[in-house]
């Protein structure tokens, strides 16, 4: 019996050599999205893209585990309590909107587990303190694109502007950036609005911003909501130029918008319009990688900006994860959590889909100009606009 006993335990010693990686834990990737609710057309093609990515980086095995967070912040945050304390998850990608992932910050810093936010807000990155070291984003910062809306608006000649956002982070956000592009270009803020997102009317806003007889009026919103204004805009008979933020830039919202939408204007990532750029663009080849593998899924003309802002968190796990698993932590770990962040805050010089990625200790957005275009609905497309 002693014999047999011994014999049993050499085995399993060498099948444990033989097999080492069967015992070797696997990075776990959480993921939290506004899959339904008011931002369903955002998170949508994000947990579409979630399917996309690698299962395996570097030799190791890579868990993807995504929940709905219906558009609510509360959710956001319980979401992100449970995948860090009951799934232990490495990372935590998400959420779809900014309210919630300014409320996950606190959650993301107490437990040391890094966050990649898909929101645009620049105030999730900004001003780095000891919370938003753990936190980066992948969206482009509202402020880069309320620059590029302001050097458009100067090219048109307009001199008068209303604005109409969301009443919360987002559209605070964008009203405070656009200000200051505004001025910086000598275009005078001469209305501002705001709205719910799950409003079902704006008539009483938009009649104020028509009153106010603004050269141009810019909607601070994000998905389908985004459209509510800008159809109530052209019903009562606003000829100006529309402008939106690229937190519309999905077929959801010119599908919703439909004709209402002719003309109208945004900055948006170059994924958008990318098989309309030069080969010479930087971000052409990495933003047609994504087009491609999406498309090839989901259908030609299925792609979405939001998609490409979850690949594009994708890609920063990808590349960051060799860097952390050389330090010899082990995913699951606290060691492991702290040399990701630590990887994703030292990824350079990498080309995504919206963009090319240069992070650092004091920008965790990490894009400059080459993250943005300015584009234009015609005939129910999305148009690239090199001149503006």
Known sequence: ???????????????????????????????????????????????????????????????YIVLDDATDTTQAVKNTRKLITEDKVDVVIGTSVTPGSLAMIDVAAESKVPMISVAASARIVDPMDDKRKWVFKTPQNDALMATALADAMKKKNYKKLGFIGFADAYGDGWLAVMKDAAQKQGIEIVAVEKYARNDTSVTGQVLKLVGAKPDAILIAGAGTPAALPQKELIARGYKGQIFQTHGAANNDFLRVCGKDCEGTMLPAGP??????????????????????????????????????????????????????????????????????RDAIENVKNLPVSHGVFNMSPTDHAGFDDRARVIVKVDGGKWVYQPGL
């Open 1 to 63: 019996m002693h014999q047999k006993s011994s014999i049993s335990t050499r085995l399993t010693l060498a099948l444990a050599l033989v097999f080492p990686l069967t015992v070797m834990a696997q990075v776990k990737v959480g993921v939290t999205l506004a899959t339904t609710g008011p931002a369903a057309s955002l998170g949508i093609p994000e947990r579409n893209t979630v399917a996309l990515l690698p299962n395996e980086i570097a030799g190791q095995k890579v868990e």
């Open 271 to 340: 994924m958008l319009v990318a098989s309309q750029m030069p080969d010479s663009n930087p971000v052409k080849a990495s933003a047609m990688d994504y087009v491609k593998k999406y498309e090839a899924a989901h259908g030609a003309g299925s792609i979405s900006t939001f998609g490409g802002h979850l690949w594009d968190a994708g890609q920063l796990v990808v590349t960051a994860v060799p860097v952390a698993l050389k330090t010899g932590a082990k995913p699951g770990t606290p060691e492991f959590r702290a040399a990701l």
